[in-house]
């Protein structure tokens, strides 16, 4: 019965309002892009997928590692129970951020010599940010074993169940939160683009929803936008990048996706895919602990701090179907909202060349390293809302 | 002395005239105009000296160089105040108020010779917290503080002006500060190759140690540190840092109210009392971790006896209340030596960390050294929050009853 309700939800969260019969079509990339950005984007992303793969993998073998080590280091610890898990849950996570920093510090080498990254963001600039990125998910773990080593205590047997509702509301608050956190925002001050994303904030029914513009130019030369917060914290970010460097009509088409991000819901339908998603995982912590005294012992807390990191690393493909269905549905909305497809076709060239995104990656790299459809899948999905729909306004 | 090491010994009575307090400045210039001439020939000398130890281990012969450092240890306790009598120009003689204790010399080590500038540099950097002033900088912005010495010598010049007397724990600071910038400059200017001994209790302060405070700490640490732990020990901090900001939101509260009890009963409720003294146990102990000056990861809860690193509060006593009623301005020259302190705490964790991460263990000198420190700090707090209208003790000497308790032990 728990499997069935389980079906159900992943099945409504999965649905989505693009057309089910939609015929995309398979274009060919070498009408979009040349042969030499097509290269450059093939050559830039494949050295990335590398880095990126060998540094999860990294990762995972570290915490395997500490899973069986890492127990002895409890003796650090003056504290109970639980504070003694929080510190092998955030030195477990220390111990992947090692393994993982020389492929990080590779892939920024990468990304540096690309001119995707600002020249001046020098190592050691990485390395302070990266090194104080993993204060943020030392405090989250630490809140989650709090979370669950104390559910484990009072519920040694059916603390798995009762861990994802907790994990849900703690993940909304992060989610609550999460928008008063991000540094450099400033208000969107160019008129029209205002304008616009009025407009289509309201056409989306969003109307409350204010548009945020980061200040990244001295970071990277990558544009992006994104959407954050819950209930009355949402907010459209858009980053200066794109502002700077793309056309008006482009930059509606941005703006139309994140305002379709809010309006169907998609940071809580996030959060509720998560939750689905942590209940087995809880489980199967549950029976890789029971043998260690459960995850009430704090001697547990590597082991399930391993499993939980191998089993995201296996679910990994669904969950980035799941995000690029989401991704695919926005890009439908906007293409709804907009009724531009050559805005849209122009964006994504344009994005391929300033972000060196290859076109169309190796089918594995999208299942394993990707959230967001392929930049020829968007562009795929223009001209079939443009066969669709009949012509451009 | 045999381990090679330069130790301050101070037989000061605490006694002061207030004329000579008051123009203790314009008093020292002379000795100040010798200090500075002087100071450049024994710096060529060091450079010979440089040469000599790298060919034959031991520098030439003669006495300049000693002389130099007791004249300049003089002149600067005279200035700080740290001692009464106005020094004899010249470092020779009979012994002062505040004087210096040389070792035999010894034959000296050629690497520590040839690389002796790179090799001082952590101890200059300490050596500057205690001195004139401390610069502090981070996020975009730096700070200038008074050193300890600065800090310590500005409030005893008011304190002795109204009293004719210096207080004891601000001319321990003193003498601790200038007793190892002295070693500092000893090692700079190649009078040994032991390294400054930032150990507040190895001094000789002359007075028995006050071990009467309400407020003092204990230490069990063994000096081991676990690397790993070392490494993260900034980011395993955090969790602490976010319940100890939701405690002290509550803390806060709990401090105002004992302010009006305190103020109208003369006496800390006492429920409010063990909150806040709780409160300030697991300050004390997350600090203690934060900064290296202790190993484990702390609990959460400030349990007395939990930790290697704890504080003993006394429970509530009758308090006096203009004291408590004027708190938030009496506590300000405290503050002032907080501040300086907490700039040498942070150089405590720095250089703990290298020793940490690399030799997995933390020096005992800087590791004591964080401990008094802390102890200071808790000493203030417990001042503010009313645990105890008693005044901070600001020389390192209440750390000495743990020797003084070791002694008969180890006899």
């Given at each position: 019965?728990?499997?069935?309700?389980?079906?159900?939800?992943?099945?409504?969260?999965?649905?989505?309002?693009?057309p089910a019969?939609?015929?995309r079509?398979t274009?060919d990339?070498?009408?979009y892009?040349?042969?030499?950005?097509?290269d450059e984007a093939?050559?830039?992303?494949a050295?990335?997928r590398?880095?990126?793969?060998?540094?999860?993998?990294?990762g995972?073998?570290?915490?395997?590692?500490?899973?069986?080590?890492g127990a002895s280091?409890?003796?650090?610890?003056?504290?109970?129970?639980?504070?003694?898990?929080?510190?092998?849950?955030?030195?477990?996570?220390g111990?992947?951020?090692?393994?993982?920093?020389?492929f990080g510090?590779?892939a920024?080498?990468?990304?540096?010599?690309h001119?995707?990254?600002?020249?001046?963001?020098d190592?050691?600039?990485f390395?302070?940010?990266?090194?104080?990125?993993?204060g943020?998910?030392?405090?989250?773990?630490?809140?989650?074993?709090?979370?669950?080593?104390?559910?484990?205590?009072?519920?040694?047997?059916?603390?798995?169940?009762?861990?994802?509702?907790?994990?849900?509301i703690?993940?909304l608050?992060?989610?609550?939160?999460?928008?008063?956190?991000?540094?450099?925002?400033?208000?969107?001050?160019?008129?029209?683009?205002?304008?616009d994303?009025r407009?289509?904030?309201?056409?989306?029914?969003?109307?409350?929803?204010?548009?945020q513009?980061?200040?990244v130019?001295?970071l990277?030369?990558?544009?992006?936008?994104?959407?954050?917060?819950?209930?009355?914290?949402?907010k459209v970010i858009?980053?200066?990048?794109?502002?700077?460097?793309?056309?008006?009509?482009?930059i509606?088409?941005?703006?139309?996706?994140?305002?379709?991000?809010?309006?169907?819901?998609?940071?809580?339908?996030?959060?509720?895919?998560?939750?689905l998603?942590?209940?087995?995982?809880a489980?199967?912590?549950w029976l890789a602990?029971?043998r260690?005294?459960?995850?009430?012992?704090?001697?547990?807390?590597?082991?399930?701090v391993?499993v939980?990191?191998?089993?995201?690393?296996?679910v990994?493909?669904?969950?980035?179907?799941?995000?690029?269905?989401?991704e695919t549905?926005?890009?439908?909305?906007?293409?709804?909202?907009t009724?531009?497809?050559?805005?849209?076709?122009?964006?994504?060239?344009?994005?391929?060349?300033?972000?060196?995104a290859?076109?169309r990656?190796?089918?594995w790299?999208?299942?394993?390293?990707d959230?967001?459809?392929?930049?020829?899948?968007r562009?795929?999905?223009?001209?079939?809302?443009?066969?669709?729909?009949?012509?451009t306004? | 002395m045999?381990?090679?090491?330069?130790?301050?010994?101070?037989?000061d009575?605490?006694?002061?005239?207030?004329?000579?307090?008051?123009?203790r400045?314009?008093?020292?210039?002379?000795?100040l105009?010798?200090?500075?001439?002087w100071?450049l020939?024994?710096l060529?000398?060091a450079?010979?000296?440089?040469?000599?130890?790298?060919?034959t281990?031991?520098p030439?012969?003669?006495?300049?160089?000693?002389?130099?450092?007791?004249?300049?240890?003089?002149?600067?306790a005279?200035?700080?105040?740290?001692?009464?009598?106005?020094p004899?120009?010249?470092?020779?003689?009979s012994?002062?108020?505040v004087d210096?204790?040389?070792?035999?010399?010894?034959?000296?080590?050629?690497?520590?010779?040839?690389?002796?500038?790179v090799?001082?540099?952590?101890?200059?950097?300490?050596?500057?917290?205690f001195?004139?002033?401390?610069?502090q900088?981070?996020?975009?912005?730096?700070?200038?503080?008074?050193?300890?010495?600065?800090?310590?010598?500005?409030l005893?010049?008011?304190?002795?002006?109204?009293?004719?007397?210096?207080?004891?724990?601000?001319?321990?600071?003193?003498?601790?500060?200038?007793?190892?910038s002295?070693?500092v400059?000893?090692y700079?200017?190649?009078?040994?190759?032991?390294?400054?001994n930032?150990?507040?209790l190895?001094p000789d302060?002359?007075?028995?140690?006050?071990?009467?405070?309400?407020?003092?700490?204990?230490?069990?640490?063994?000096?081991?540190?676990?690397?790993l732990?070392?490494?993260?020990?900034?980011?395993?901090w955090?969790?602490?840092?976010?319940?100890?900001?939701?405690?002290?939101?509550?803390?806060?509260?709990?401090?105002?109210?004992?302010?009006?009890?305190?103020?109208?009963?003369g006496?800390?409720?006492?429920g409010?009392h063990r909150?806040?003294?709780?409160?300030?146990?697991?300050?004390?102990?997350?600090?203690?971790?934060?900064?290296?000056?202790?190993?484990?990861?702390?609990?959460?809860?400030?349990?007395?006896?939990?930790?290697?690193?704890?504080?003993?509060?006394?429970?509530?006593?009758?308090?006096?209340r203009?004291?408590?009623?004027?708190?938030?301005?009496?506590?300000?020259?405290?503050?002032?030596?907080?501040?300086?302190l907490?700039?040498?705490?942070s150089?405590?964790a720095?250089?703990?960390w290298?020793?940490?991460?690399?030799?997995g263990?933390?020096?005992p000198?800087?590791?004591?050294?964080?401990?008094?420190?802390?102890?200071?700090?808790?000493?203030?707090?417990?001042y503010f929050?009313?645990?105890?209208?008693?005044?901070?003790?600001?020389?390192?000497?209440?750390?000495?009853?743990?020797?003084?308790a070791?002694?008969?032990?180890?006899?």
């Amino acid at each position: 019965m728990l499997a069935a309700g389980w079906f159900l939800a992943a099945g409504e969260l999965w649905d989505t309002s693009v057309p089910a019969d939609l015929a995309r079509p398979t274009l060919d990339e070498s009408d979009y892009f040349t042969a030499t950005q097509y290269d450059e984007a093939h050559d830039y992303q494949a050295f990335l997928r590398i880095t990126d793969l060998l540094g999860i993998l990294a990762g995972l073998a570290a915490l395997a590692f500490f899973a069986l080590k890492g127990a002895s280091f409890a003796r650090e610890s003056a504290a109970g129970r639980i504070g003694t898990g929080m510190l092998l849950g955030m030195l477990a996570l220390g111990c992947a951020w090692l393994a993982q920093l020389p492929f990080g510090l590779a892939a920024h080498w990468w990304e540096r010599r690309h001119d995707v990254v600002a020249q001046d963001q020098d190592y050691v600039d990485f390395l302070i940010n990266d090194f104080l990125s993993v204060g943020g998910e030392f405090l989250f773990v630490s809140l989650g074993l709090l979370i669950v080593m104390t559910l484990a205590g009072i519920w040694r047997r059916f603390w798995w169940f009762a861990a994802a509702p907790a994990l849900l509301i703690v993940m909304l608050a992060f989610a609550f939160v999460s928008p008063y956190l991000i540094p450099g925002l400033d208000p969107l001050r160019n008129e029209r683009v205002a304008a616009d994303a009025r407009a289509l904030a309201s056409a989306e029914g969003v109307s409350d929803a204010p548009v945020q513009v980061q200040r990244v130019r001295e970071l990277t030369s990558a544009p992006n936008a994104g959407v954050t917060g819950i209930g009355p914290s949402e907010k459209v970010i858009v980053w200066d990048t794109l502002l700077g460097q793309f056309e008006r009509p482009e930059i509606r088409v941005v703006l139309a996706h994140e305002f379709g991000h809010l309006g169907r819901q998609h940071v809580w339908k996030l959060v509720a895919w998560t939750a689905l998603l942590a209940l087995p995982i809880a489980f199967a912590v549950w029976l890789a602990t029971r043998r260690h005294g459960g995850l009430s012992e704090p001697a547990a807390v590597p082991i399930a701090v391993f499993v939980v990191a191998a089993l995201l690393f296996l679910v990994s493909p669904l969950d980035h179907a799941f995000t690029q269905r989401l991704e695919t549905e926005a890009d439908w909305i906007a293409l709804e909202e907009t009724r531009d497809p050559d805005a849209a076709t122009r964006l994504f060239q344009r994005f391929s060349a300033i972000a060196l995104a290859e076109p169309r990656p190796p089918g594995w790299a999208d299942l394993l390293l990707d959230d967001h459809p392929t930049v020829m899948e968007r562009i795929e999905m223009a001209e079939a809302w443009r066969v669709l729909r009949g012509s451009t306004d | 002395m045999s381990d090679g090491q330069i130790r301050i010994v101070s037989r000061d009575d605490l006694e002061r005239g207030r004329w000579s307090v008051f123009f203790r400045f314009f008093l020292a210039i002379p000795h100040l105009l010798v200090v500075g001439a002087w100071g450049l020939a024994v710096l060529f000398m060091a450079v010979i000296n440089w040469f000599a130890i790298l060919f034959t281990r031991r520098p030439v012969p003669g006495n300049m160089t000693v002389h130099y450092l007791r004249y300049l240890t003089q002149v600067d306790a005279y200035l700080n105040l740290a001692a009464q009598p106005f020094p004899g120009f010249g470092g020779g003689g009979s012994p002062y108020a505040v004087d210096l204790e040389f070792p035999v010399p010894q034959e000296q080590n050629r690497w520590k010779t040839a690389f002796r500038l790179v090799l001082a540099i952590p101890a200059v950097l300490l050596g500057t917290a205690f001195g004139a002033a401390g610069v502090q900088a981070g996020g975009g912005s730096a700070r200038v503080s008074l050193g300890l010495i600065a800090g310590a010598a500005f409030l005893g010049w008011f304190a002795s002006l109204v009293r004719g007397r210096m207080p004891d724990g601000l001319r321990d600071l003193i003498i601790y500060g200038v007793g190892y910038s002295v070693q500092v400059a000893a090692y700079l200017l190649l009078l040994t190759d032991r390294y400054p001994n930032s150990d507040p209790l190895d001094p000789d302060y002359g007075a028995p140690a006050r071990t009467d405070h309400p407020v003092l700490i204990t230490s069990s640490d063994d000096l081991r540190r676990s690397r790993l732990t070392v490494f993260f020990r900034l980011l395993l901090w955090l969790p602490h840092l976010v319940w100890l900001i939701l405690w002290g939101i509550v803390t806060m509260f709990a401090v105002v109210a004992n302010w009006f009890v305190t103020l109208f009963a003369g006496l800390p409720a006492e429920g409010l009392h063990r909150f806040t003294a709780r409160y300030l146990r697991y300050w004390t102990h997350t600090n203690a971790f934060l900064y290296l000056v202790s190993n484990p990861f702390p609990g959460f809860g400030g349990r007395e006896g939990s930790y290697p690193v704890d504080l003993e509060i006394a429970p509530p006593a009758r308090q006096n209340r203009w004291k408590t009623g004027f708190r938030v301005v009496l506590v300000v020259p405290a503050l002032i030596i907080g501040g300086a302190l907490a700039n040498v705490l942070s150089l405590v964790a720095v250089f703990g960390w290298f020793t940490g991460v690399f030799i997995g263990r933390m020096p005992p000198g800087l590791r004591n050294l964080g401990v008094f420190a802390l102890r200071y700090q808790a000493q203030v707090a417990a001042y503010f929050w009313l645990l105890t209208d008693q005044y901070p003790h600001s020389g390192p000497t209440l750390e000495l009853r743990d020797e003084a308790a070791a002694a008969p032990q180890a006899a």
